[in-house]
Protein backbone atom coordinates (compact mmCIF):
# COMPACT_ATOMS: atom_id res chain seq x y z
CA UNK A 1 0.00 0.00 0.00
CA UNK A 2 1.33 3.14 -1.04
CA UNK A 3 0.73 6.22 0.73
CA UNK A 4 0.11 9.20 -1.23
CA UNK A 5 1.69 12.34 1.04
CA UNK A 6 0.78 14.80 -1.41
CA UNK A 7 -3.31 14.24 -0.85
CA UNK A 8 -3.01 14.11 2.62
CA UNK A 9 -0.64 17.38 3.26
CA UNK A 10 -3.44 19.08 0.97
CA UNK A 11 -6.53 17.77 2.19
CA UNK A 12 -5.43 17.76 6.06
CA UNK A 13 -5.38 21.95 6.81
CA UNK A 14 -8.53 22.41 5.03
CA UNK A 15 -10.44 19.51 6.84
CA UNK A 16 -9.24 21.00 9.73
CA UNK A 17 -9.85 24.54 9.29
CA UNK A 18 -13.82 23.33 8.19
CA UNK A 19 -13.89 21.36 11.98
CA UNK A 20 -12.68 24.24 13.43
CA UNK A 21 -15.50 26.48 11.92
CA UNK A 22 -18.33 23.29 12.67
CA UNK A 23 -17.10 23.79 16.29
CA UNK A 24 -17.21 27.47 16.44
CA UNK A 25 -21.05 27.12 15.31
CA UNK A 26 -21.74 24.57 17.93
CA UNK A 27 -19.87 25.74 20.81
CA UNK A 28 -20.66 29.63 20.28
CA UNK A 29 -24.01 29.63 19.02
CA UNK A 30 -26.03 26.68 19.30
CA UNK A 31 -24.60 24.86 22.62
CA UNK A 32 -25.38 28.84 24.46
CA UNK A 33 -28.89 29.37 22.41
CA UNK A 34 -29.61 26.09 23.75
CA UNK A 35 -28.74 26.92 27.23
CA UNK A 36 -30.47 30.34 27.01
CA UNK A 37 -33.50 29.24 25.79
CA UNK A 38 -34.17 25.79 27.29
CA UNK A 39 -37.94 26.44 26.66
CA UNK A 40 -39.35 24.58 23.64
CA UNK A 41 -38.99 27.09 20.05
CA UNK A 42 -42.57 27.95 19.21
CA UNK A 43 -42.30 25.57 15.92
CA UNK A 44 -42.23 22.65 16.11
CA UNK A 45 -40.83 20.08 13.23
CA UNK A 46 -43.73 17.65 13.51
CA UNK A 47 -46.01 20.77 12.49
CA UNK A 48 -43.75 21.77 9.70
CA UNK A 49 -44.14 18.49 8.47
CA UNK A 50 -47.49 18.71 7.92
CA UNK A 51 -47.85 21.97 6.09
CA UNK A 52 -48.46 22.07 2.67
CA UNK A 53 -45.46 20.84 0.01
CA UNK A 54 -43.15 23.71 -1.71
CA UNK A 55 -44.08 26.44 1.59
CA UNK A 56 -41.11 27.68 3.77
CA UNK A 57 -41.91 25.77 6.67
CA UNK A 58 -42.26 22.07 4.80
CA UNK A 59 -38.62 22.70 3.36
CA UNK A 60 -36.87 23.86 6.63
CA UNK A 61 -38.67 20.53 7.93
CA UNK A 62 -37.47 18.46 4.97
CA UNK A 63 -33.78 20.21 5.32
CA UNK A 64 -33.38 19.40 9.20
CA UNK A 65 -34.76 16.01 8.75
CA UNK A 66 -32.59 15.15 5.99
CA UNK A 67 -29.27 16.19 8.14
CA UNK A 68 -31.01 14.49 11.47
CA UNK A 69 -30.79 18.00 13.18
CA UNK A 70 -33.60 19.56 14.84
CA UNK A 71 -35.23 22.99 15.44
CA UNK A 72 -33.02 25.23 17.88
CA UNK A 73 -35.38 28.01 19.54
CA UNK A 74 -33.82 31.43 18.26
CA UNK A 75 -32.45 29.61 15.52
CA UNK A 76 -35.44 28.77 13.19
CA UNK A 77 -34.99 32.16 10.99
CA UNK A 78 -31.23 31.14 10.50
CA UNK A 79 -32.27 27.98 8.97
CA UNK A 80 -34.94 29.64 6.66
CA UNK A 81 -32.36 31.77 5.28
CA UNK A 82 -30.04 28.63 4.09
CA UNK A 83 -33.32 28.03 1.83
CA UNK A 84 -34.18 31.17 0.73
CA UNK A 85 -30.42 32.45 -0.19
CA UNK A 86 -29.57 29.33 -1.61
CA UNK A 87 -26.52 28.25 0.63
CA UNK A 88 -26.02 24.77 2.24
CA UNK A 89 -25.06 24.43 5.74
CA UNK A 90 -21.61 23.71 5.36
CA UNK A 91 -18.83 25.43 6.84
CA UNK A 92 -18.15 27.44 4.10
CA UNK A 93 -21.26 27.92 2.76
CA UNK A 94 -22.24 29.05 6.46
CA UNK A 95 -19.19 31.41 6.09
CA UNK A 96 -20.55 32.49 3.02
CA UNK A 97 -24.15 33.59 3.97
CA UNK A 98 -22.34 35.31 6.88
CA UNK A 99 -20.61 37.74 3.83
CA UNK A 100 -24.00 37.93 2.61
CA UNK A 101 -26.04 38.54 5.87
CA UNK A 102 -23.26 41.11 7.04
CA UNK A 103 -23.67 42.94 3.49
CA UNK A 104 -27.58 42.65 3.94
CA UNK A 105 -27.46 44.77 7.30
CA UNK A 106 -26.71 42.09 10.28
CA UNK A 107 -24.25 42.81 12.56
CA UNK A 108 -24.63 40.43 15.36
CA UNK A 109 -22.00 39.23 17.00
CA UNK A 110 -22.71 35.91 15.35
CA UNK A 111 -22.53 37.19 12.14
CA UNK A 112 -19.17 38.87 12.75
CA UNK A 113 -17.71 35.68 14.37
CA UNK A 114 -18.48 33.22 11.95
CA UNK A 115 -17.54 35.93 9.14
CA UNK A 116 -13.73 36.21 10.63
CA UNK A 117 -13.40 33.05 10.71
CA UNK A 118 -13.32 33.34 7.12
CA UNK A 119 -9.34 34.30 7.43
CA UNK A 120 -8.89 30.81 7.59
CA UNK A 121 -9.65 30.05 4.02
CA UNK A 122 -7.90 32.54 1.78
CA UNK A 123 -8.80 30.50 -1.08
CA UNK A 124 -12.40 31.34 -0.57
CA UNK A 125 -12.21 35.18 0.00
CA UNK A 126 -12.89 36.55 -3.23
CA UNK A 127 -16.20 34.31 -3.08
CA UNK A 128 -17.34 35.61 0.66
CA UNK A 129 -16.65 39.31 -1.24
CA UNK A 130 -18.79 38.49 -3.62
CA UNK A 131 -21.33 37.48 -1.28
CA UNK A 132 -21.04 40.25 1.10
CA UNK A 133 -21.94 42.24 -2.24
CA UNK A 134 -24.60 40.39 -3.19
CA UNK A 135 -25.97 41.21 0.40
CA UNK A 136 -25.77 44.71 -0.33
CA UNK A 137 -27.11 44.73 -3.20
CA UNK A 138 -30.23 42.89 -1.96
CA UNK A 139 -33.63 43.68 -0.30
CA UNK A 140 -32.87 42.78 3.63
CA UNK A 141 -34.19 39.68 5.31
CA UNK A 142 -33.10 40.63 8.59
CA UNK A 143 -37.00 40.68 9.45
CA UNK A 144 -38.45 37.69 8.23
CA UNK A 145 -39.81 35.23 10.73
CA UNK A 146 -40.53 31.54 10.09
CA UNK A 147 -43.58 31.73 12.27
CA UNK A 148 -45.09 34.26 9.68
CA UNK A 149 -43.74 32.80 6.85
CA UNK A 150 -44.42 29.15 7.28
CA UNK A 151 -47.23 28.99 4.92
CA UNK A 152 -45.63 31.45 2.22
CA UNK A 153 -43.76 29.59 -0.99
CA UNK A 154 -40.44 29.08 -0.93
CA UNK A 155 -40.10 29.69 -4.65
CA UNK A 156 -41.79 33.39 -3.74
CA UNK A 157 -39.32 34.01 -1.11
CA UNK A 158 -36.34 33.50 -2.86
CA UNK A 159 -37.76 35.47 -5.76
CA UNK A 160 -38.38 38.44 -3.80
CA UNK A 161 -35.39 37.91 -1.07
CA UNK A 162 -32.97 37.26 -3.94
CA UNK A 163 -33.82 40.56 -6.12
CA UNK A 164 -31.71 43.54 -5.64
CA UNK A 165 -33.00 46.50 -4.65
CA UNK A 166 -32.74 48.66 -7.89
CA UNK A 167 -35.50 46.27 -9.34
CA UNK A 168 -37.71 47.08 -6.79
CA UNK A 169 -37.61 50.80 -7.44
CA UNK A 170 -38.82 50.78 -11.45
Known amino acids: MILDLKQITINKPYK ?29 LKELA ?27 EHDMKHIILGYSMSPIDEIRMQAYLFGNGNYSIFCLLFLASGIL ?39 IYRREKDYLKH
Open 121 to 159: FPEHWKTFYIDYKKGKKTVSISDLSLEKCKMLLSKDLKT
Open 16 to 44: LRESFVENLKISIAIKPLQYLFQSKSKIQ
Open 50 to 76: LLPEGTIGNDVFKMLNSLNLKIIPKFE
